[in-house]
Nanobody
Framework: QVQLVESGGGLVQAGGSLRLSCATS????????MGWFRQAPEKEREFVAA????????YYAHSVKGRFTISREIAKNTVYLQMNNLKPEDTAIYYC?????????????????????WGQGTQVTVSS
């Protein structure tokens, strides 16, 4: 019933840009805190970026801060991840996630266990 679908991944050269989208359906999940995570081969899943319900609160992993931007369009039930100056080490499957909350605040979350729903992922490959 609840679905999160990532799109926008692909193959780019180092220094290039991609914009990932996470579209939700079944429920108005874009009204909840959202996050982006990634998992590279032979590595554990790691946090990338998080955004609060309204989009005001934002938080980034140190490795992507200044290069990636998380945003959302509530009316479209969509969360975005703009990725600039991509590096080979950014290569991974990128997942979006939603946390079900009941408070209308600007909290954000950056651990996997905080999230309740996950998308299937989209592949991002950055060549050197």
């Amino acid at each position: 019933q609840v679905q999160l679908v990532e799109s926008g991944g692909g193959l780019v050269q180092a220094g290039g840009s991609l914009r990932l989208s996470c579209a939700t359906s079944g429920r108005a999940l874009s009204t909840y805190p959202m996050g982006w995570f990634r998992q590279a081969p032979e590595k554990e899943r790691e946090f990338v970026a998080a955004i609060s319900r309204s989009g005001v609160g934002r938080y980034y992993a140190h490795s992507v801060k200044g290069r990636f931007t998380i945003s959302r369009e509530i009316a479209k039930n969509t969360v975005y991840l703009q990725m600039n100056n991509l590096k080979p080490e950014d290569t991974a499957i990128y997942y979006c996630a939603a946390k079900i909350v009941v408070f209308n605040n600007e909290a954000y979350y950056y651990t996997e266990r905080d999230y309740d729903h996950w998308g299937q992922g989209t592949q991002v490959t950055v060549s050197s």
